[in-house]
């Protein structure tokens, strides 16, 4: 019996999106990233429509973390508080393929600095690495509109993704985010219906849709994992079928999220559960893994030891 | 493929002889597109209509089982290529390896320790769900020792891993009843190794290094009489097996292509236990029903178990948590209560800030039918009658000396009416639940 042909043709793709500026684009950047491309789902088809390999965005904090668990803090022990000395461990030591520093600092809660620290930090890190930055904010509305803005006028022309903006609060930044020639990260809590809608606020105040990540929310493995996964295939087979509001590459959280785990943190687990310092590197890179068989683009992460694990497997699949 | 009432009704002896207990042939095809009634109760269907009513009836991906008792597993019968179109019904066995080459206390201690890899999430019992024999020494009665050996140490269903017809036919004596899965045939000793699988009534692997060579094996492994036939893709890089393993899925999903109608079985390659788990999540979510790893490492096997309860979770029905109070850390009558819903995703959520702010504490879980703060309030399934029914169904009065709850910042809106309700005082929490560990150190105290 003749095997049959599997003709999986699709009409769209996902959107290609370059980070980061070099000299001849305006930027400082000594590398830029691109992402996307793929014209099939996942391990669809033929290995030349996967498109381009998804990369690694290891988180930098712009305080100390004080809730870190001990097997997270320890890699990182010399230079947390440190940004610059942080930022260029992940891309020196690591390999990171970008830098995301992560606005905790500036929430009312965690900190409460002011524009001019975060601008600083901002300045220190694009002068210290040469790879593109994500630059996202607190969460705290207000708190983002009044700081995030000028971390974007900081690193204006650098091409850097920023957000992240929400259907209730995203004019401030995604205007200056235009201005700047930034990239913008939409962000839905878990539900398709809002992903579009945010695509379609933003693009109506004239911001590119080539320009936008999509950020879905992130469950951690064991934590919600498979509502992010779902969504991100249905992203996926609605960007194929030619949906131009659907068809941007995808952002997880994955580092925050993972570490948020009992699974990952819990020092006196039950017997049986193995050592906590191979726990939760192994259950960041789970988590990852995971997501990037539902097509993620851009993986923010913690852990040498889990980035390690993920770049191989990224390597292997994208040869 | 699905039969239509018509294309059914064409093989039916159209006498409408009513002695099926319907009034018409039509009528009868239509019941039996249903699957509402069944064939048999037409005693003049001709044989030929038979067997092609029952290979249409087949589902396009075949069920396998192996093991025996209570700890038989099965792999297959998937119908979708996304979870989210259906949902996954057979959760992935993992499986981990045993060298023929242990002896002794080596070899018991590896059984033990794949015995021991058990763990309980959600209430639910996970572990590792096969053990696989390899005939690493190339011997057939080293192969039967250690097949011996597993059978006895483990209830854990068996695979038997050997391109060696005689290493087969030796472990296979060893293990009868426990109705081991043969790994794997070739097309060299198909011949060979299916007749093992006959006598013995085990289930065989089908083993080459591409789909058009599994599927000319598949089906000369059928031809010998053996229907539980599971595959397997050998000596390709990870990369040709993943893109492989989907054009496998779809072919027997979407094309119903017989020949790759059965489940899937991969062995991971792997030089560290990270690689190992990193390859088989991959495995587990981009198509493999059975995955086989040399690493018994607890820490990447309860990620990796985790993994197949998440990817093989209903999508189409919210995971809940039981509606009670749950106690974290060890509260007393003086500790914070505070209420949320029974989204699974809302509690885990809450619990894991809760037991990070190192606040003991009770939380008081309200039956929302499975869903979020926000989507419960908006749809009425949250509402102050309820809350007060459930503190008094909970008995928080005898829990707690005090008269105060916590909410949920996002239904602040509620706090009146449900302090008229239950006469507690209402303290609103924080809209974001990872604002919780720093509202019950400062706020509560």
Redesign the interface.
């Known amino acids: 019996m003749p095997v049959p042909e599997v003709a999986d043709s699709f009409s769209g793709s996902v959107t290609k999106i370059t980070l980061g500026a070099a000299k001849a684009g305006g930027g400082t950047r000594t590398s830029t990233i691109t992402v996307g491309g793929s014209r099939n789902v996942v391990y669809g088809g033929a290995p030349d429509n996967a498109g381009e390999r998804p990369v690694i965005a290891m988180d930098v904090l712009d305080i100390c973390p004080d809730d870190w668990p001990d097997a997270l803090v320890e890699p990182y022990k010399d230079v947390l508080g440190n940004p610059v000395a942080w930022a260029k461990k992940c891309v020196n030591e690591f390999g990171a393929d970008l830098i995301c520093i992560k606005f905790d600092g500036i929430h009312p809660d965690k900190g409460d600095k002011d524009a001019e620290q975060a601008v600083k930090v901002t300045q220190d890190v694009l002068k210290a690495v040469g790879v593109p930055l994500v630059l996202w904010g607190s969460g705290n509305a207000d708190k983002d509109n009044q700081v995030m803005p000028k971390v974007s006028q900081a690193a204006k022309g650098e091409n850097c993704l920023v957000g992240t903006v929400t259907q209730d609060n995203y004019k401030a930044l995604t205007a200056i985010a235009l201005a700047d020639g930034h990239c913008l990260i939409t962000h839905a809590p878990l539900d398709i219906n809002i992903a579009k809608q945010i695509n379609i606020l933003v693009s109506d105040m004239g911001f590119p849709l080539e320009k936008i990540v999509t950020f879905q929310a992130t469950g951690a493995l064991g934590y919600g994992m498979e509502y992010a996964y779902s969504i991100q295939e249905r992203q996926r087979l609605a960007a194929l079928g030619g949906d131009k509001m659907m068809a941007m590459p995808v952002i997880c959280d994955v580092g925050y999220e993972a570490w948020r785990a009992k699974e990952a943190k819990l020092v006196d687990a039950p017997a049986g559960w193995g050592t906590v310092q191979d726990r939760g590197p192994m259950w960041e890179a789970t988590t990852a893994i995971c997501l990037l068989q539902a097509g993620a683009n851009i993986i923010r992460m913690r852990h040498p030891t889990a980035v390690a694990a993920v770049k191989n497997f990224i390597q292997q699949i994208w040869q | 493929m699905a039969l239509t009432g018509l294309d059914i009704f064409k093989l039916l002896p159209k006498t409408n002889c009513k002695k099926c207990g319907m009034p018409t042939c039509l009528a009868f095809a239509m019941q039996l597109a249903q699957k509402k009634a069944k064939l048999d109760k037409c005693p003049d269907v001709s044989e030929e209509a038979k067997q092609l009513l029952a290979a249409a009836a087949a589902p396009p991906m075949r069920l396998v089982k192996f093991g025996s008792g209570d700890n038989q597993v099965q792999a297959g019968q998937e119908t979708a290529?996304?979870?989210?179109e259906d949902k996954f019904y057979n959760p992935t066995v993992l499986a981990a390896t045993i060298s023929d080459k242990l002896t002794g206390t080596e070899l018991h201690n590896r059984i033990e320790a794949i015995n021991?890899?058990?763990?309980e999430?959600i209430g639910t019992k996970i572990g590792a769900k096969a053990i696989a024999v390899i005939n690493e020494s190339g011997l057939a009665d080293a192969f039967a020792a250690a097949a011996a050996a597993v059978k006895n140490q483990s209830k854990l269903a068996i695979i038997l891993v050997s391109d060696s017809p005689q290493a087969i036919a030796a472990a296979v004596s060893k293990t009868a009843g426990a109705m081991p899965l043969i790994a794997s045939a070739k097309m060299d000793t198909a011949e060979a190794i299916a007749k093992i699988a006959k006598e013995n009534n085990c289930p065989v692997v089908a083993k080459a290094n591409s789909?058009?060579a599994i599927?000319q094996l598949s089906?000369k492994i059928k031809a010998q009489g053996v229907e539980d036939i599971v595959l397997t893709l050998d000596g390709m890089?990870?990369?040709?097996q993943?893109?492989n393993?989907?054009?496998m899925r779809?072919?027997s999903l979407?094309?119903v292509?017989?020949?790759?109608g059965y489940p899937v079985i991969s062995f991971v390659k792997g030089t560290s236990?990270?690689?190992q788990?990193?390859?088989a999540?991959?495995l587990i979510?981009?198509y493999s029903n059975i995955v086989v790893v040399d690493t018994v490492?607890?820490?990447?096997w309860?990620?990796?178990l985790?993994?197949v309860?998440?990817?093989y979770?209903d999508?189409q029905k919210p995971v809940q948590v039981e509606p009670k109070i749950y106690p974290v850390g060890e509260p007393n009558e003086n500790s914070p209560l505070l209420f949320t819903t029974n989204f699974?995703?809302t509690y885990?959520?809450v619990e894991?800030?809760v037991?990070?702010s190192r606040v003991p504490s009770y939380i008081l879980v309200v039956d929302t039918e499975g869903t979020s703060v926000l989507t419960a309030y908006s749809g009425d399934k949250l509402n102050e009658k309820i809350v007060a029914e459930a503190m008094k169904k909970f008995n928080t009065e005898n829990l707690v000396k005090h008269r105060k709850l916590i909410i949920p910042g996002y239904v602040a809106v509620m706090s009146g009416k449900l302090e008229e309700a239950t006469g507690w005082e209402i303290m609103v929490g924080p809209r974001?639940s990872s604002?919780l560990?720093?509202y019950l150190q400062e706020v509560w105290k």
């Open positions: 290529l996304f979870r989210h021991a890899l058990k763990f999430r789909i058009e599927s089906e890089n990870l990369r040709d993943m893109f393993l989907s054009r779809v072919l979407k094309k292509f017989r020949p790759m236990c990270d690689q788990a990193a390859i999540t991959s979510c981009k490492e607890p820490g990447a309860l990620a990796m985790t993994a309860m998440n990817i979770s999508p699974s995703l885990y959520t894991s800030d037991e990070a974001e604002m560990p720093k």
